[in-house]
């Protein structure tokens, strides 16, 4: 069993920046992919950023490549990602989100997680 918990949302300014983190508990394997997805109301779920806790490959949405950046502390079980030149349409819930799986599968986007947070709120205003 693996919990999640987000943390470092907020609100703030077109062009500001924010750092979400994701603290993992239970068992947490080099098999593991890690990611954040998010969901805004009246928009499909997306995923934004994932990593492959083995390897540290990573995978970004199109729409967010250059901005956001993933990255792990596995000494913490943490999993962090870095939002810079934040826009308005950044605003979502975001959840942290993790599954035991292949590293091809996380490096494409195309994992099923099995657990997910509780999320964390970003607001950005312009």
């Known amino acids: 069993q693996v919990q999640l918990v987000e943390s470092g949302g907020g609100s703030v300014q077109a062009g500001g920046s924010l750092r979400l983190s994701c603290a993992a508990s239970?068992?947490?394997?080099?098999?593991?992919?890690m990611g954040w997805f998010r969901q805004a109301p009246g928009k499909e779920r997306e995923r934004v950023a994932a990593?492959?806790?083995?390897?540290?490959?990573?995978y970004y949405a199109d729409s967010v490549k250059g901005r956001f950046t993933i990255s792990q502390d596995n000494a913490k079980n943490t999993v962090s990602l870095q939002i810079d030149r934040l826009k308005p349409e950044d605003t979502a819930m975001y959840y942290c989100?993790?599954?035991?799986?292949?590293?091809?599968?996380?490096?494409?986007?195309?994992?099923?997680?099995?657990?997910w947070g509780q999320g964390t709120q970003v607001t950005v205003s312009s």
């Open positions: 239970g068992y947490i394997t080099s098999s593991h992919c």
């Open positions: 990593i492959y806790v083995g390897s540290g490959g990573t």
């Open positions: 989100e993790a599954a035991l799986t292949g590293a091809y599968e996380c490096y494409r986007g195309s994992w099923s997680a099995k657990y």
